[in-house]
């Protein structure tokens, strides 16, 4: 078959799919990616073909969620905040919901352009499914989602947008209205692909509707330790199991890190992936302080958010991947994004989460609840105290340890994109 994987975001809302693409490589399909530019070098040296999108608006947008959260930080108590505050709350929220309205629009002739209509099966990341199923069936193509966070909502579990809920019957209430709200986001992107396509508009809200009575596939690649599947979840909702990041044959980790790694006992990885969680040497300064007050060395990766610290038994890096690095640090310091929690939980080391936006507090609530987490620090209540003594319990704690070695143990037992391959198959 003639597969196109359609994915946009941040870095981890790509590199799983080169895992997933490449079980499709190795099946004998043709596979092709389809994502921002920027990330040729992930893509490609894993042998695949790629399709490059033109348009990239998610690192301003993730600097626009940053602003936002900032204000409303401030604005946690409304009645004691000043109106002043109150107002420029408001604004920055406006704000946010500008920008994301922009990024989706802006994606819309960029996926238009890249959708091959030869193509015999499409697979749709979250975020680019509302886009790439109007575009793909404009041109009869069959398409499945692939998605890296639960969607539907159900009574089990809160949407993954809002703070984690256990069971109960007002989860179905938020996560409809969590949904409502991603289909106002999309409103003018989705006017303006049927405008390009020359067909009747239908809104996002109604799309999602048929999507559901149809039974529109969807495979989620996280495991189903990590999230069992919903009982209340319809027919054609499943849960696959982590598809993994492929590894560049060609990488050769650097000899500063290899040389850190081997002059002493396992550091601490402390770093924020794509996030921008604010000013960088505040928060290397944090990062610094904290691991001095705990007595660890440290591994920092500078990520998106441009983290560089200089002291002693901590070094800065750059982009490593996460299979190598993280098995060999004693815990880990993270943004709780879906591919970073996964990463961690694969390589069996406890977590110290510090969600910033969107998913990552649910995510983060997730590995409390396994047991490979003590608590979650939000980042806007990060101080060098409180992630001292997170760090030392991390590392002093054995109950977690145990909890997420065994965590490791049963996930090297899934094979999520072996799951999703076989569903194509069936399909062919």
Request: proline share 7%.
């Amino acid at each position: 078959m003639r597969i196109q994987v359609i994915t946009v975001g941040s870095t981890g809302s790509v590199a799983p799919y080169t895992g997933l693409a490449h079980r499709l490589l190795a099946d004998g399909h043709t596979v092709e990616i389809v994502t921002h530019a920027k990330f040729a070098p992930m893509v490609t040296c894993c042998g695949l073909r790629m399709e490059p999108l033109e348009a990239d608006p998610f690192e301003a947008l993730i600097g626009a969620h940053r602003h936002a959260n900032g204000g409303a930080k401030g604005a946690a108590h409304p009645s004691g905040a000043p109106r002043s505050l109150q107002l420029q709350t408001l604004k920055s929220l406006r704000s946010l919901v500008r920008s994301t309205e922009q990024a989706m629009l802006s994606l819309v002739d960029a996926i238009l352009a890249a959708v091959d209509p030869k193509a015999d099966l499409i697979l749709l990341s979250t975020i680019a499914a509302s886009i790439g199923a109007a575009i793909a069936r404009y041109h009869g193509i069959p398409t499945m989602g692939v998605f890296l966070q639960p969607d539907v909502p159900t009574a089990e579990f809160a949407p993954c947008t809002m703070a984690w809920h256990g069971p109960g019957r007002t989860n179905r209430l938020r996560g409809h209205a969590a949904n409502a709200l991603v289909d106002t986001l999309y409103r003018t992107a989705n006017r303006a692909v049927h405008a390009r396509l020359g067909v009747d508009h239908r809104s996002a809200h109604r799309l999602r509707g048929v999507r559901e009575r149809n039974q529109w596939p969807i495979w989620h690649g996280y495991s189903p330790w990590v999230v069992p599947r919903p009982a209340d979840w319809r027919h054609g909702l499943h849960v696959a199991g982590y598809w993994w990041p492929h590894e560049c044959p060609n990488w050769q980790p650097p000899t500063l890190v290899e040389d850190f790694l081997a002059a002493g006992p396992p550091p601490v990885l402390i770093g924020f992936g794509s996030m921008m969680p604010g000013d960088p040497e505040e928060l290397g300064q944090i990062a610094a302080q904290a691991l001095r007050r705990a007595g660890l060395r440290g591994v920092v990766q500078s990520g998106w958010a441009g983290l560089s610290v200089v002291d002693d038994d901590v070094i800065t890096v750059g982009e490593i991947p996460h299979s190598w690095l993280m098995p060999q640090t004693a815990a880990v310091v993270h943004h709780a994004g879906a591919g970073t929690t996964a990463a961690g939980l694969r390589a069996g080391v406890p977590a110290v989460p510090v969600p910033v936006m969107t998913d990552q507090p649910w995510w983060a609530a997730r590995l409390v609840q396994l047991g490979v987490s003590a608590e979650a620090l939000p980042c806007n209540e990060l101080t060098a105290a409180r992630l001292a003594d997170a760090l030392t319990r991390a590392t002093q704690d054995c109950a977690l340890s145990r909890n997420a070695a065994a965590a490791a143990v049963r996930l090297a037992h899934e094979d999520g994109a072996g799951a999703v391959a076989r569903a194509v198959a069936a399909l062919g």
